[in-house]
């Protein structure tokens, strides 16, 4: 479901959107390496020498190996500075993949499917180039009702029902097989209020204090990630993490 508040942004202007607040983000800051996410642990126990793996929108936040990783981003400065790192990455949007089909054994896409515009064509690129029964790790927010003036400001497209992920997943060929809470926005309202105000107003400064102070600090603090076989109880899940496996004989669902 889109977000009433965000309907009225075509697909042009979402992407413009998207640019205008990731671009200046990611040149203003560093890159985190995966081994300090509580995703860590997930990906060590997945990740194989000389597997083929995909991360799809990572930023300047992978949670993948930065070693053996392709990296496909929309954001020069966030491409430019992944390289600078030894990274494999590419400038691509989520729904044009520069890669063949089937190439992936292990892909992840964390916090990007909820920002383009057309999900399913995001969706079948994703299963295009995931190999038959490899894993995709994916994570989007839930709840449209719980839509915030912080969605529309970091370019979200939309809020999931949890029952829509589980559909939209399976008809591109993905079934999941276990999930977790995820993220890290602060559970105070006052100080989610305030970075709303600085990222409106003093987005420069929101950056920096995001990146020194708020993103270090969450770092410390993150919980570890807690996978529960299927689909666990969505009512006070703000954000889903989602192991699923491309079906055996499953074909991406042919978009257009």
């Known amino acids: 479901m889109v977000s009433p508040a965000a309907a009225s942004r075509p697909d042009a202007q979402l992407r413009e959107s998207n640019r205008r607040f990731y671009d200046p983000f990611w040149s203003a800051a560093e ?3 995966p081994e300090r996410f509580n995703t860590w642990p997930l990906v060590a126990s997945l990740a194989r020498p000389g597997q083929a793996r995909l991360e799809v929108g990572p930023g300047l936040r992978p949670r993948l190996p930065l070693a053996g990783t392709a990296f496909a ?6 491409v430019r500075k992944l390289r600078a790192r030894g990274a494999l990455a590419v400038a691509a949007e989520i729904s044009a993949l520069p890669f063949p089909d089937r190439s992936f054994e292990l892909v992840a896409a964390l916090d990007v499917v909820e ?3 057309d999900e399913d064509r995001a969706l079948h690129e994703l299963a295009r180039v995931t190999a038959a029964g490899a894993t995709l790790l994916v994570s989007v927010p839930l709840h449209p009702e719980r839509w915030t003036r912080f969605d529309e400001l970091v370019g979200h497209r939309r809020r999931y ?6 559909t939209q997943l399976a008809r591109h060929g993905f079934a999941i097989e276990a999930s977790a809470s995820y ?24 950056h920096w204090l995001y990146a020194n102070v708020i993103l270090p600090l969450g770092l410390r603090l993150q919980k570890e990630l807690e996978l529960s076989d299927g689909m666990i109880a969505t009512e006070r899940v703000d954000e889903i993490f989602l192991l699923c496996l491309r079906q055996p004989g499953g074909g991406a669902q042919r978009h257009g």
């Not at 602060?186 to 420069?204: D, I, K, M, N, T």
């Open 115 to 117: 920002h383009v515009d």
């Open 31 to 33: 890159l985190v390496a």
């Open 161 to 166: 029902e949890p029952e829509r992920v589980r």
């Open 73 to 78: 981003d929309p954001s020069t400065p966030a």
């Open 183 to 206: 993220g890290m926005q602060p559970a105070c309202p006052r100080l989610v209020a305030f970075g709303l105000w600085a990222l409106e107003h003093r987005p420069r400064r929101a």
